[in-house]
């Protein structure tokens, strides 16, 4: 019987609201949906599927996030076999942070969370310079270092500078403190020509490019390589994070 659903126009049933509960559940079975469109593609987090936090929780049925609400969406995405970066429960988020969705069975490598990096270049930038000398990779590598926001001979200006003490090489760092993108492979275009002329200008043996980002991003690393082998500069892609020890007063 028909009697008690709700019409509309001649008599054409109208859609039953969904509650809260509906909304929850219908949310989570369309994410599902959209991560198992990505097929067998590589895992990349600028690739995945994603929205703003503010129209998950419209989508939820609610007019503004809470604790209770994102810890419950973050159970039954994980439930799903769905993960997010951030992560849903990271007290960092706010409305407009955009979330990724990927597969759990096939995570992003190596992807961070925002509370493992800095929240602007300039941090970054200077902590690397601040901590130069204690840096693990600085200190196997022999580098010794130049400045900060280094004019290079054609006009670009690189983020770090520094030489090799042992193979006399000019060394450029690019930073970004969360992933790459195509502005940067631009930016990494420009450099490299920069850094070779500084070079010779030095009477160096050569020069090469240290890329460091917050996040990884395999397709956007092979084609700085394919710059790299264009421009003549080896060049090699690093990852930071960022942690910190809390220890007692004595």
């Known amino acids: 019987m028909l009697d008690d659903i ?3 126009g001649e008599g054409k049933p109208v859609p039953a609201r969904l509650t809260r509960e509906g909304k929850l559940q219908r949310l989570v079975e369309e994410t599902r949906k959209r991560v198992d469109r990505e097929g067998d593609a590589t895992p990349n987090l600028k690739q995945s599927p ?3 936090l503010r129209t998950l929780v419209q989508q939820a049925g609610y007019a503004r996030k809470s604790d209770k609400l994102l810890e419950e969406l973050d159970e039954r995405l994980d439930a799903a076999g ?16 955009r979330i ?5 069975r096939r995570p992003i490598p190596k992807f961070q969370q925002p509370r493992q990096r800095f929240a602007e270049e300039k941090e970054l930038s200077r902590f690397v310079a601040l901590n130069w000398a204690a840096l693990p990779y600085i200190k196997k590598a022999g580098l010794r270092f130049r400045g900060r926001e280094f004019r290079l ?10 030489f090799d003490k042992k193979t006399d090489e000019l060394v450029g760092f690019e930073l970004k403190v969360a992933e790459g993108s195509d502005r940067m492979l631009g930016q990494v275009a420009r450099y490299m020509p920069c850094l070779v002329n500084q070079a010779k200008k030095e009477g160096r043996s050569g020069a090469r490019l240290i890329v460091i980002t917050g996040q990884p991003d395999p397709g956007l690393a092979s084609s700085v390589q394919d710059l790299a082998m264009r421009y003549g500069v080896k060049t090699e892609w690093l990852l930071y994070n960022v942690s910190i020890e809390l220890v007692a007063h004595e």
């Open 6 to 8: 709700p019409t509309v």
């Open 50 to 52: 994603n929205s703003y």
């Open 82 to 97: 769905i993960g997010t970066h951030p992560n849903l429960k990271d007290p960092s988020i706010g409305p407009d942070t």
């Open 100 to 104: 990724f969705f990927f597969d759990l």
């Open 153 to 162: 001979d054609g006009s670009a200006v690189i983020d770090l500078l520094a």
